[in-house]
Structure formats: structure tokens, C-alpha cells
């Protein structure tokens, strides 16, 4: 009656979740998302690498390229972002020059320098959020007092 595990129907069903958790996602959620997505490939890229695996290498090292360039570049207002949003640009471009330097010369260490660069901007995007919500969570009794 029912079949043994089936790849493409569990792709399909990965596919439809993600699509599904889009439309409910906030935009602070996406770009966290999004950065969690470029450390993930990069690591798989790295550990494909490491075990001289060149196309899960170079689809590590393209998902990653394009998380930067369609999703992460993309998203940056850089007139209302100003300096900030400036910066970003900056660190993404320079990740981009490296990840393409790291494909071509299976190079780890360019690898790590561009999760060195990513992790921190992860972390902060992560603790912004945080630290939103316990404000948020002082100020309700506070609201709720008056």
C-alpha cells in the first residue's frame, strides 16, 4: 500500500513548506534566514572540499553566490540604509569576489575568511531581534499598568 522513501516527493514537500513559511515570514525573519543560508552553504561547500568533492564544492559555493547576490544585496535600501546599508553592500560584494577566488582555486581558507565575515552579521541580525522583543516584552505591563 504505501511505498518505500521517495526523494522527489520529499523534495516536494520541503519545497511547499518553505514556500508556505514565505508568505507567513516577516522581512527581519527572511534576511535572517537568508544569512543562516549563506554560513550553510559555505560549510557545505568547505566540507565538500575537504573531501575532494568538486560539484557539491561548487554547488555549495553557488547557492551561497546567490543567496548574496538575489536575496541579500537585493534586499539593501541603500538610501534609506545609509552608511549602514553601505557597508553591507560592501562586505557582500567583497564575499562574492571571494567565494568566486575560492571556487576557482579550492581555496578553504577564502572559504572561512567569508564566514568570519558573514557569522557576525548573522549573530547581530539574530541579537537585534532579541533584543526588540525584550523591550517589547518591558513595555507591555508597562502598558498594561496605566
Known sequence: MFSAFN???????QRINVETSMHTIDQHQLVSLLLDGVLSAIATARGALARGDVPAKCNGIAKAVRILE?????????????????????????????LIQANA????????????????????????????AAANDVAQPALMEA
Open 70 to 98: 538575489e536575496g541579500l544585496m537585493t534586499a539593501l535600501d541603500r538610501e534609506a540604509g545609509g552608511a549602514l546599508a553601505e557597508n553591507l553592500g560592501a562586505v557582500y560584494e567583497y564575499s562574492l569576489t571571494r
Open 7 to 13: 526523494p522527489r516527493a520529499a523534495a516536494a514537500y
Open 105 to 132: 582555486r579550492n581555496d578553504d581558507a577564502m572559504l572561512a575568511e567569508v564566514a568570519r565575515l558573514i557569522a557576525p552579521i548573522a549573530q547581530g541580525w539574530k541579537d537585534m531581534k532579541r533584543s526588540q
